[in-house]
T-cell receptor, first 114, second 112 residues
Framework: DQQVKQNSPSLSVQEGRISILNCDYT??????FLWYKKYPAEGPTFLIS?????DKNEDGRFTVFLNKSAKHLSLHIVPSQPGDSAVYFC?????????????FGAGTILRVKS | EAQVTQNPRYLITVTGKKLTVTCSQN?????MSWYRQDPGLGLRQIYY???????DKGDVPEGYKVSRKEKRNFPLILESPSPNQTSLYFC???????????FGSGTRLTVV
């Protein structure tokens, strides 16, 4: 039973346009939501996060939107660049008794065409 | 340089032969975690730790053990590896609850 779902396995976008990556979750107790970016042969790198008490967070070209009523979040990349081509993982944080339990989605492969 | 170091990067082993994947971080982070990445399943948490001697199971702990005797180290132990543990493993650490983990570069394990 996947608590975090990324329903689009891949997305292709033209350079300079907006990339929108989507994520749905089922557990309303998640405290934080995060996006990670992963290049081949490397570990995931943290991109941006949002607290469950907020609905938007911006960092340069990256904006994350959270819709708690719909249990949905999205990552917007504007403008998209070829270097953004990577796998993007959505993750949700569940602060358990023993620490930070991070639940990941299956990932979306983003291809930015020049 | 702040980093999470995993060793080895690649490992091929036989069924039943005990192995340990080491993980070390130099950022004095309290939180550490192990994940495995499989196609179509994303990253699934195996075990996580809040601090020394405090660990708990993640979503897929069966067949794995961990220990946290020192703050910087969090080894992953496979007592009797099986082919279904063939996967890409990542260790990660974090200083702040709910915030971004820093991941290691990964260990590609093949069990034959």
């Amino acid at each position: 039973d996947q608590q975090v779902k990324q329903n689009s396995p891949s997305l292709s976008v033209q350079e300079g346009r907006i990339s929108i990556l989507n994520c749905d979750y089922t557990n309303s107790m998640f405290d934080y939501f995060l996006w990670y970016k992963k290049y081949p042969a490397e570990g995931p790198t943290f991109l941006i996060s949002i607290s469950s008490i907020k609905d938007k967070n911006e960092d340069g070209r990256f904006t994350v939107f959270l819709n708690k009523s719909a249990k949905h979040l999205s990552l917007h990349i504007v403008p998209s660049q070829p270097g953004d081509s990577a796998v993007y993982f959505c993750a949700a944080s569940d602060i358990g008794e023993y620490g930070n339990k991070l639940v990941f989605g299956a990932g979306t492969i983003l291809r930015v065409k020049s | 340089e702040a980093q999470v170091t995993q060793n080895p990067r690649y490992l091929i082993t036989v069924t039943g032969k005990k192995l340990t994947v080491t993980c070390s971080q130099n950022m004095n982070h309290e939180y550490m975690s192990w994940y495995r990445q499989d196609p179509g399943l994303g990253l699934r948490q195996i075990y996580y730790s809040m601090n020394v001697e405090v660990t708990d199971k993640g979503d897929v702990p069966e067949g794995y053990k961990v220990s946290r005797k020192e703050k910087r180290n969090f080894p992953l132990i496979l007592e009797s590896p099986s082919p279904n543990q063939t996967s890409l493993y990542f260790c990660a650490s974090s200083a702040i609850e709910g915030y971004g983990y820093t991941f290691g570069s990964g260990t590609r394990l093949t069990v034959v």
